[in-house]
């Protein structure tokens, strides 16, 4: 006999139905509307690259301590580390003073301290941090490269020295499989109830971070000065 669909959603299913208007806030936010159109200069986007890389070492160290963690486990993808991919491209795009030349702003500070205290305390929610991340990256980054390659005058060519690194997990063939093997670790993820539930909150509170990440990045970048400020996030 057939089996029945199981009516539950998965924690996949649940990660993406309910993030998804920050999705949309995340998308339509004036710094990605400007990086979208092709509008970017070189110096805000290797401010967002200098604070992403704050962020991603923060996570990826994090993630790479709690390997052996099982809700981290079947997530924990090595060809999806980004740390080194955006310090090649701080080096393309801007030059080796790029730690000094762009600062790391309030809210990557937070981020980072926010990334450590749960690796102490709730380590399993670092999955939601990963999802935000590395899901994005393969996804919309995918359309991102050519947009930043061409704003920026960079090679269309990928690989190191070419300063979208950032955007590089290897072919299409690639990109997909490490995708799918993400989405299939996911569900790989034994929790019960109340651990989806608190993985999901987590993963909403990345989004939430992003959005004042990119909020002050328009603000350094002086992208939006009509822009009403957001209410800050506990650490
Ligand atoms: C430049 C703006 C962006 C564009 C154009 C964009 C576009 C996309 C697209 C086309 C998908 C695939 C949707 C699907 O398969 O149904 C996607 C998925 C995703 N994006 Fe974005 N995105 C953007 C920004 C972001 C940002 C800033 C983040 C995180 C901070 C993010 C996180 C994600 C995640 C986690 C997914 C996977 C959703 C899922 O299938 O579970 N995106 N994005």
Redesign the pocket.
């Known amino acids: 006999m057939a089996e029945t669909p199981s009516l539950i959603p998965t924690l996949?299913q649940r990660?993406?139905a309910e993030?998804k208007a920050l999705?949309t806030a995340?998308?339509r936010s004036r710094f990605?509307g400007v990086?979208?159109r092709g509008q970017m200069g070189r110096a805000p986007y290797c401010a967002m690259l200098r604070n992403l890389h704050s962020i991603y070492a923060a996570l990826e160290s994090a993630l790479a301590r709690r390997a052996r963690h099982p809700v981290i486990a079947p997530v924990f993808l090595p060809g999806l580390v980004r740390t080194d991919a955006l310090v090649d491209d701080l080096l393309a795009v801007h030059g080796a003073d790029w730690a000094i030349a762009f600062e790391l702003l309030p809210t990557s500070l937070r981020y980072v301290a926010h990334l450590q205290a749960i690796e102490a305390a709730q380590p399993e929610r670092l999955l939601a941090h990963a999802?935000?991340?590395y899901?994005?990256d393969l996804?919309?980054g995918q359309?991102?490269r050519r947009i930043v390659a061409a704003s920026m005058g960079l090679p269309r060519a990928q690989g190191a020295g070419c300063g979208t690194a950032f955007y590089d997990f290897g072919d299409a063939a690639s990109t997909r499989a490490l995708t799918l093997t993400f989405r299939a670790g996911l569900d790989d993820v034994v929790v019960d109830d109340e651990g989806a539930d608190a993985i999901v909150a987590e993963a909403r509170l990345?989004?939430e971070w992003?959005l004042r990440l990119f909020d002050e990045l328009a603000r350094a970048s002086g992208l939006a000065d009509t822009l009403p400020t957001l209410p800050a996030l506990p650490t």
């Open positions: 996949a990660l993406k993030t999705h995340a998308e990605m990086l979208l999802y935000v991340r899901l994005g996804s919309g359309m991102l990345a989004f992003h």
